[in-house]
């Protein structure tokens, strides 16, 4: 286009010209043209065209742009020196059909010489023969037009296909349902009617459009709601969505967060955003951890909203693990996230006065602490005595007896020995604990009875040995041995005793090669007597 500009203003002003006195030329060659050829009705163009001025000291004129000798468009040029040239131009929306262009100058005003001058409207030579274009339609915007598009609407159903389904190659959705013709006829459905199965759905609503009997899927699992026995995929049937009165063509009926299904499993209710009604929200329960169908999960005591409150665990029956439950902490006063409530060093499990410091063993169980308890124990001794007697102040029974100190001390048996008596028998079964019993009446007669019969056993016996001596002495060949006298030992110097001599030990086992264990012993031989006989 530039190259055009150029080139007609070099030619006007480097080129002679013929002027005729009847016509005045202010046009570059007569030439009009357009932005671009390759359009389309509707589209909007550019038509220019270049002004000259070879014979004026100055002019001014309006330039208008005509369709078809039809006024298109007005430009202006205002004071275009001597030997100048401009380019103009008008924007115009394209019709279909044939266009042709052209320019003429209306309205020239010049100054010659310094005189101003009207040049008359038949004076000024317009173009003669302007640009002449067909413009083609392409409805459906893709830049081809219909002449020459197979597919004018763009309905991916070509326009020779489109007489056979009575649709319209220049209407995309012939039928109006939203659904394009060529897809109607590509699923089976008749693209010139809105319900194409006649079950009372339009196409566009219908998830089954050749289908009768379904036209619904709310779970978008493509079996239609009329036999998917779970519309909304929720893990809960419809028949028992029924029974819990639920919406079988909502997930999450109650909108708490939790599909209807997994509510059933947790043993909540899908129909209440709370199902325990324990001030928190199942969502929240779900979340934490809590039992949604309980109001105390942990079963201590306190609902799990007070827990939450005290900042206790809601899942944990015993928050601080001092081995009492939270509720009973709760009950009693003493706080649940702290072993040692009252900070004494003892455990709250352990201390009987588990919020005075000052106090924390009950040894009696009296209610008294033992620091101001007089008799710890409870045994009728005070303390004072106890450790007197030696006894233990925290033992009401010292010598594990039965029978406490104090009362001991009133019969006057000793609270620290379980036999005072020594007679074998505890205090508690001695009817005379202070009165040592060694044997019971039956105990004396078994031994009197095993006495008689020894005195019996030992006389009878002297006397069968009596008798047999007696029946010795009458058999003639009898002899009595003689009893050897004893020598006195004669007193020797210390020098003349013999020497005692050692004794000899025993040699120890040996082992044999062939494994047998022997002993080796020596046997000194000894000098019996000539008169020896065996």
Do not use: C
Not at 112 to 130: L, Q, W
Not at 388 to 403: F, M, R, V
Not at 468 to 482: A, G, I, M
Request: charged share 35%; aromatic share 6%.
């Amino acid at each position: 286009m530039n190259f055009k500009i150029y080139f007609t203003i070099f030619t006007l002003l480097f080129l002679p010209h013929v002027v005729h006195a009847e016509t005045f030329d202010f046009l570059a060659n007569q030439n009009v043209w357009v932005s671009s050829e390759t359009v389309f009705a509707g589209d909007t163009i550019q038509i220019y065209t270049v002004v000259l001025n070879t014979q004026f000291d100055q002019m001014t004129a309006d330039v208008q742009f005509l369709n078809h000798d039809k006024v298109v468009g007005v430009s202006q040029v205002t004071n275009l020196q001597k030997e100048g040239a401009k380019q103009v131009k008008t924007s115009y929306v394209l019709p279909k059909g044939e266009q042709v262009f052209s320019v003429r100058l209306t309205n020239v005003r010049v100054i010659d010489n310094g005189a101003t001058k009207i040049i008359e409207d038949n004076e000024v030579r317009g173009v003669d023969n302007g640009v002449k274009i067909v413009i083609d339609v392409d409805t459906d915007g893709d830049d081809i037009g219909d002449i020459k598009d197979e597919d004018d609407d763009n309905d991916n159903l070509k326009d020779t296909e489109e007489p056979a389904h009575n649709t319209d190659p220049k209407k995309p959705d012939t039928d109006g349902d939203g659904i394009l013709d060529g897809v109607e006829v590509s699923k089976g459905m008749n693209p010139v009617k809105t319900d194409s199965d006649g079950d009372g759905y339009k196409d566009n609503a219908d998830l089954f459009p050749i289908n009768k009997q379904e036209w619904a899927d709310i779970d978008k699992d493509g079996i239609g709601d009329n036999v998917d026995p779970d519309d909304d995929n929720d893990e809960l049937l419809d028949v028992d969505e029924k029974a819990y009165g639920s919406d079988p063509h909502k997930k999450d009926t109650d909108g708490d967060g939790i599909l209807d299904g997994e509510e059933k499993k947790l043993g909540s209710s899908p129909v209440k955003t709370d199902s325990d009604d324990d001030g928190i929200s199942d969502k929240k329960e779900k979340e934490i951890g809590t039992n949604l169908a309980m109001v105390d999960s942990d079963q201590d005591g306190i609902n799990d909203l007070d827990e939450l409150d005290l900042g206790t665990d809601p899942l944990l029956n015993d928050s601080d693990k001092d081995g009492v439950l939270d509720g009973i902490e709760k009950a009693r006063g003493t706080d649940p996230l702290n072993i040692d409530t009252d900070g004494d060093g003892v455990n709250d499990l352990e201390d009987a006065f588990p919020l005075d410091d000052k106090e924390s063993l009950d040894t009696d169980k009296d209610g008294i602490g033992n620091n101001a308890d007089t008799d710890d124990d409870g045994d009728g001794l005070s303390d004072t005595k106890e450790e007197i007697l030696n006894t233990n102040p925290l033992l009401a029974d010292s010598d594990q007896d039965g029978i406490e100190d104090g009362k001991e001390f009133e019969l006057g048996t000793n609270p620290l020995v379980v036999d005072t008596d020594g007679d074998g028998k505890d205090d508690a079964i001695d009817q005379r604990p202070l009165v040592a019993q060694r044997f019971t009446l039956i105990q004396l007669a078994s031994i009197l009875v095993g006495l008689i019969v020894f005195i019996a056993i030992v006389f009878y016996g002297k006397k069968l040995v009596d008798n047999q001596k007696s029946d010795l002495k009458r058999d003639p060949d009898y002899r009595p041995k003689r009893k050897k006298k004893r020598r006195k030992p004669v007193q020797l110097a210390f020098e003349d005793r013999p020497r005692r001599k050692k004794k000899r030990r025993r040699p120890r086992p040996e082992q044999s090669r062939d494994g047998e264990q022997r002993l080796r012993k020596r046997v000194k031989k000894r000098r019996r007597p000539a008169n020896y006989e065996e």
